[in-house]
């Protein structure tokens, strides 16, 4: 009940603010450029235990607001996700404790992606917030190892995952947040935050294959610059 009270009140918000623009607003056609940075990692069944990876994302978009408080956005970015290991320390049989914290994996893998975003914006004319959201495709175009290893992996740790190819290179899901537009004589600058959540798995997950979930989920921050066209 209460979720059903808080997307009320958001809904009955844009309606308002929607219908009090609807004698000013003026159709508008934008371009521009964005670059940021983002944190992913994997959900892999069986558990591989993480931190966040670190990677960036830059790309180009176009934008279209069609109608009072909402448009379209399509976007074509690069980015970088995947996943970095977490190493833990070991007890062994005897009580004695192998350090293992030292030990780092790492796998960056690189898309083209392609999200398709309905944008819902609201606020004054130079400063407007907004929420994107819709589905993303995504095409793997190469990816890069990272390991200090040296062939020693501690025991109960999972290593398939570890030089195995990436198997499906079409990566698809949904992505979507919230940001903040200003508006100036020169075009507009947009802080966002965004979170991709892929439905699709990059490896073979059938009940013979080592992994029965293999999904990416990428957490971005970006700043775009926006002139209308």
């Known amino acids: 009940m209460k979720y059903k009270r808080i997307l009320f009140c958001f809904l009955f918000v844009v309606c308002v603010l929607s219908g009090s623009a609807q004698s000013t607003f003026q159709k508008e056609r934008a371009i521009g450029v964005s670059g940021g940075v983002n944190f992913s990692k994997v959900n892999f069944v069986p558990k591989v235990t993480q931190n966040m990876l670190v990677g960036f994302n830059t790309g180009v978009m176009v934008r279209w607001r069609t109608e009072s408080n909402l448009g379209l956005q399509v976007e074509l970015n690069f980015k970088q996700e995947g996943w970095d290991e977490k190493f833990e320390n070991v007890v062994a049989e005897d009580g004695t404790t192998e350090d293992y914290s030292s030990l780092y994996y790492r796998r960056k893998m690189n898309y083209l992606e392609v999200p398709f975003l309905s944008h819902i914006y ?22 890069k190892e990272e390991e200090n290893l040296g062939g020693v992996i501690p025991n109960g740790h999972e290593n398939t995952q570890h030089g195995m190819d990436i198997e499906k290179k079409f990566e698809w899901g949904l992505c979507g947040g919230p940001g903040i537009e200003l508006r100036t004589g020169i075009g507009s600058f947009l802080l966002e935050g965004r979170f991709f959540y892929a439905l699709g798995d990059f490896y073979n997950t059938r009940k013979e294959d080592a992994f029965s979930k293999a999904s990416s989920q990428v957490i971005s921050a970006k700043l775009t610059y926006l002139i209308p066209f």
């Open 122 to 143: 609201f606020g004054g004319e130079k400063v407007q917030f907004f929420i994107n959201l819709g589905p993303q495709i995504g095409f793997f175009i190469g990816d």
